[in-house]
């Protein structure tokens, strides 16, 4: 085969095929960080449907001898100045707040990347016209937003759940254009199309999933954004309404009491923290550059 | 031979990328440096041969190959397979013109779905074009495997667990299952390592001798070329320059450029020519 060593390129280097396969089935093969994240997150899921169950009080179950009692066994987060079991309370509004959480931040997600994708892959006019209506959105404060729905709809979980997916699919959208501009220039991508396939096929049986990564990985970071979003509300008092707790009305309750009772306002606000600390070991855990394009 | 009507046309194909501007000329209007990647190129691909398309890098041999199928479109010039114009054409007509000119493009490791297993990448090509036997998913798969001389064991595997080698023989199989009678490889061993490479070149011939199907086969390579072509079309500065039987252009080459490009390889060991 002289003829054809001539010019021949080095090879790549060859793929360490079982361990490869072993690496990328299911949760074995997630950086440890990730798998500590995961696991944060699956326990305070499971605590808040179990509420009901794990609660040891009633949330609103008042106890006029018990007021701003400290922890221990019987008050885990200890009472507040009503005599609530603070612990309790915490439990029922993780469970309010997990919930709002995920339909806002998963909701917006598949119709952002769905955006961004055929933003992304049909390119000219209709790129252009989608990328600024994102730099809209996206340079529209916030919070501002969401007020002004709340101020519309009243106060209350809806102006949330209306007002957050109004913006968040541009921040989807944003990512999903991004990474499908480099895509389509993929020999992947362009063999969709000299495969004779469809440009629905293309772009939803093989641009999509193969977008769904970055975006997932965004996602768990949205998720704190989102319930930071959600404790501001409760807090300025935009949020569920009294007596039901919210993370962020409990801490805005027990503020009052912060320098003689501090565990009102410090042991549901470390529950956010635990929620914030659980999706950014995930989401940086996913973004691991061995596992790339690998999770299944 | 000679007098066979052409399976695949191609004439006066011409493909030119406007340099971008700068705000000043944007202002003058004045007109954009053009690059003139593919300039008035033809040729025909004949059944059942293998015409090797040799040039340096940017000569323009892969905007060419990618102008036939139009994933880029060509500013002018005529491409027809079998006397069906495919520049003219569009929507389902245009997607059953590229089922029947398929492509294999370089990188066998950025040309397959990295989520889509070999089975399931092969199979999507038979059931979106309705191939026959497509219905029968797993028969189906083990043939397509077959005829790229892999197992069946590989059926169920997602790309990054193949070698380079299996990987480019997939994107074959891949290509062949949309029962195409023009391929069209672009640099389809270049990425590979030599031993690798060699087996690759004795498929490609396999496939024309038991499929009939005719290769426009690209590459850098000369001695590729030389080992694996019928005939040789060759590349420079976006023009064709010589076209002719592989032992006569490489044995004898009437253009300046064909002969410093053989001159710069002088290593090729001309089978053919000796034959």
């Known amino acids: 085969m002289s003829a054809v060593d001539v010019l021949g390129a080095p090879g790549p280097p060859p793929v360490e095929t079982a361990a490869w396969r072993r690496r990328a089935r299911g949760l074995r093969g997630l950086p440890l960080q990730a798998k500590i994240g995961a696991g944060i997150l699956a326990f305070l899921v499971l605590v808040a449907l179990l509420a009901p169950l794990i609660a040891p009080y009633g949330q609103n179950q008042l106890d006029f001898d018990n007021i701003l009692s400290a922890p221990s066994p019987s008050h885990l987060f200890g009472t507040d100045s009503t005599g609530r079991d603070v612990f309790s309370r915490t439990l029922y509004a993780l469970r309010v707040d997990l919930a709002i959480v995920v339909v806002v931040t998963y909701i917006p997600l598949p119709i952002g ?3 961004g994708a055929m933003a992304g892959y049909f390119g000219g006019i209709v790129d252009s016209v989608v990328a600024r209506v994102i730099d809209v959105m996206i340079a529209f404060p916030f919070f501002v937003l969401v007020i002004a729905v709340i101020a519309v709809v009243g106060p209350g979980v809806k102006g949330v759940l209306i007002g957050v997916p109004i913006v968040a699919w541009a921040l989807y959208a944003r990512l999903a254009r991004s990474e499908m501009l480099v895509m389509r220039e993929q020999p992947f991508m362009l063999a969709t199309t000299a495969l004779g396939y469809s440009r629905r096929r293309a772009i939803l049986r093989h641009a999509v999933p193969n977008l769904m990564r970055p975006c997932l990985i965004y996602s768990t970071l949205d998720m704190v954004v989102n319930l930071l979003l959600l404790a501001s509300l409760a807090y300025l008092g935009l949020g569920a309404q009294p007596p039901n707790a919210e993370l962020g009305s409990i801490v805005a309750d027990g503020q009052s009491t912060l320098l003689t009772a501090w565990w009102v306002a410090t042991l549901p606000g470390l529950v956010v923290v635990l929620f914030g600390v659980g999706a950014g070991m995930l989401g940086d855990g996913l973004s691991d550059g061995r596992l790339r394009g690998g999770v299944q | 031979m000679t007098d066979q009507l052409p399976l695949l046309r191609v004439e006066g194909v011409m493909k030119e990328f406007g340099l971008r501007r700068t705000a000043s000329e944007r202002v003058a209007r004045s007109a954009a440096e053009a690059h003139r990647a593919v300039d008035d190129v033809s040729f025909a691909l004949r059944r059942g041969e293998i015409l090797g398309l040799a040039g340096e890098s940017g000569s323009g041999k892969t905007t060419l190959a990618r102008c036939i199928v139009r994933l880029i479109e060509p500013d002018a010039g005529v491409i027809e397979l079998d006397g069906v114009d495919v520049r ?5 007509e245009l997607r059953e013109l590229r089922r029947r000119m398929q492509m294999v493009f370089q990188d066998p490791y950025a040309s397959l779905n990295p989520r889509m297993t070999v089975a399931t990448a092969l199979l999507e090509v038979g059931r979106v074009h309705r191939r026959p036997g497509a219905e029968n998913g797993e028969q189906f798969v083990r043939d397509a495997l077959e005829r790229v001389h892999l197992g069946p064991g590989i059926a169920t595997r997602r790309p990054r667990e193949l070698s380079g080698g299996q990987r480019q023989r997939v994107a074959i199989a891949r290509a062949l299952a949309a029962g195409p009678e023009v391929l069209i490889a672009d640099e389809p061993v270049s990425a590979l390592d ?16 038991e499929l009939g199907v005719a290769i426009l086969f690209v590459a850098h ?14 590349m420079n500065r976006g023009r064709l320059v010589e076209v002719g039987e592989t032992a006569a252009v490489f044995g004898n080459p009437q253009d300046e450029y064909t002969k410093a490009l053989l001159a710069a390889h002088p290593h090729i060991r001309l089978s053919r020519v000796a034959s």
């Not at chain 2, 390579?221 to 060759?234: F, G, S």
């Open chain 2, 88 to 92: 003219a054409a569009s929507g389902p």
């Open chain 2, 194 to 209: 030599v031993s690798v490479q060699a087996q690759l070149l004795n498929l490609f011939g396999d496939l024309r001798d």
């Open chain 2, 221 to 234: 390579q000369l001695a590729v070329i030389a080992e694996i072509a019928d005939r040789v079309a060759v």
């Open chain 1, 113 to 115: 990347v769905l955006i």
